[in-house]
Every structure is written in structure tokens, then in C-alpha cells.
């Protein structure tokens, strides 16, 4: 079973890279990576159409309509839409979402991007997030694109993790060590 996912995961990396290449040909990057984002995004939110993507009985054509209707609802770029039908036409689109994700991934290594999460116990408004994106910038001497997350059980207090660094200043974390030496003791 592995295999098979290591496979799927090798598949979907070559078909993300060839999106790439023909983005990058056709100067329409900024324009694919946006609508592929979007397209992340109603996978999520659109039980429907999650599983038209994941159910193996859906015929080709009953995907290749929804994908037709979808681009023109959401006004898809061309080459995206071509690309959709390539993979609905040898049967790939199952792997859609991971070739969407690595797609994105590789847009932003390409940049120079280095991946960071922040979680507050707070919500952050956007400058503030914009500014701890820009002093994580500074810091790591690299552009930051930066995941926030809301997590009130954080119950006050950031986590703050770019790459392989993490920085814990969360209430929680302070607890759970205050508990773990009174284990210990």
C-alpha cells in the first residue's frame, strides 16, 4: 500500500512540475496559482464536488461537464481548464487536490518563499499578521509566506514555527510544562 502512495505522491509531483512549466511558458503563473488556490479551496468546502473527484463510478463526461461549468462560474483560466480535462481524460484527476497543493508548493520555492505558521490564542488582525510576517522576513533574511490560524485553546500566547524553528509562547505550553515537572518531581 505504500507504494501505491509513494507513486500517487511521485505521479501527482510530475504533473504539478509539468503544470508549472507550461504556466511559466505562457507568463499566466500568478493568474493559475491564484485560481488553483481557489480551486483548493472549494475541494474543501463543496462536499459535492469532493466527491465527484473521489468516487472511481463518475463517468469522464459527468466530470469533464462540472469541470466545464465550474470554470465558467469561477472564470478559470484557460490553460487550467485545459489542464483539468487532460487529467479527467487519463483518469488523474482523482489526484487533483495534491497536483493543486504541489503546484502552489513549487510556485512558492520558486519565489524564494520559506513556509512559517503562526497560531495566536487571539485573532490577529491583518496588519498584525503583516507585521510579523514582515520581522520573520527580516529575521530569516528570506520572503516568509506565512499559514495564520486562530486556536483560542491556545488559551493566550503565539507558536511561531519557520521550517525546522519553532518558538512556543503559548499559556498551553507553559501549563502542560509546569504539569510535566510536577509529574516528574
Known sequence: ???????????????????????????????????????IKLIFSSKEFKSLIKNPTIKQEDILTAILKISEQYKLNGLLTKFLKFLVSKRRFFYV???????????????????????????????????IKDELSKNF??????????DPSLIGGLIVQVGSTMVDTSIKNKLKKIENRMIEA
Open 141 to 150: 533574511s528570506s520572503k516568509i509566506k506565512l499559514n495564520y490560524k486562530f
Open 97 to 131: 487536490e495534491k497536483i493543486l497543493k504541489d503546484f502552489i508548493e513549487t510556485c512558492s520555492k520558486k519565489r524564494g518563499e520559506v513556509k512559517a505558521k503562526l497560531t495566536s490564542a487571539k485573532e490577529l488582525s491583518e496588519s498584525e499578521i503583516n507585521n
Open 1 to 39: 500500500m505504500s507504494k501505491i502512495k509513494s507513486f500517487s505522491g511521485t505521479r501527482a509531483n510530475s504533473y504539478s512540475l509539468a503544470l508549472y512549466e507550461l504556466a511559466y511558458e505562457a507568463k499566466e503563473l500568478d493568474e493559475i496559482e491564484k485560481h488553483s488556490s481557489s480551486l
